[in-house]
């Protein structure tokens, strides 16, 4: 197997979308597939409707997991893809603005509008969101999930 913090970082920038699983308080499962940026390919962040089952979701159970996959067929076998378990929340404060500088410069980057703070405080609909990755993973050439340590 390559270098598997690169092959982990590879993955991660390339995609735009990532899979985030959710559950209610009574575990019954959601997945979604939502935009995102990373910083340091451990914190994903994202902005969504706090009333969107997923994000209701989150306020009930903070934990999640996450898939970023290259969904293109181009051969069987191994797929592209990080898995990450990871911990979330609705960001406030000056975590905020961070945030949304990060989701921003990333937007900007592929040619799409950016946001402002204004964008993700009432009477706004949309609110930002950060997942901090607890540990991730990739495949090796027997569909086992290896541990990635990303390093510093």
Do not use: K
Request: negative net charge; glycine residues 6%; charged residues 25%.
């Amino acid at each position: 197997m390559p270098d598997l913090a690169a092959h982990a970082r590879r993955i991660i920038d390339a995609h735009v979308y990532m899979t985030l699983a959710t559950a209610d308080s009574g575990g019954r499962p959601w997945a979604s597939p939502v935009w995102f940026a990373h910083e340091d390919h451990r914190r994903f962040i994202w902005v969504s409707r706090p009333e969107r089952r997923h994000s209701r979701n989150l306020a009930e159970r903070s934990e999640a997991g996450i898939v970023i996959f290259d969904s293109t067929p181009r051969r069987q076998g191994t797929p592209d893809a990080v898995y990450l378990e990871a911990v979330t929340e609705q960001v406030a404060g000056a975590d905020e603005e961070h945030c949304v500088e990060v989701f921003s410069r990333r937007s900007v980057a592929l040619g799409w509008p950016g946001l402002s703070v204004s964008d993700v405080r009432p009477p706004a609909a949309l609110r930002v969101y950060r997942a901090t990755a607890s540990a991730l993973f990739v495949l090796d050439e027997n569909d086992d999930r290896i541990a990635v340590d990303l390093g510093d």
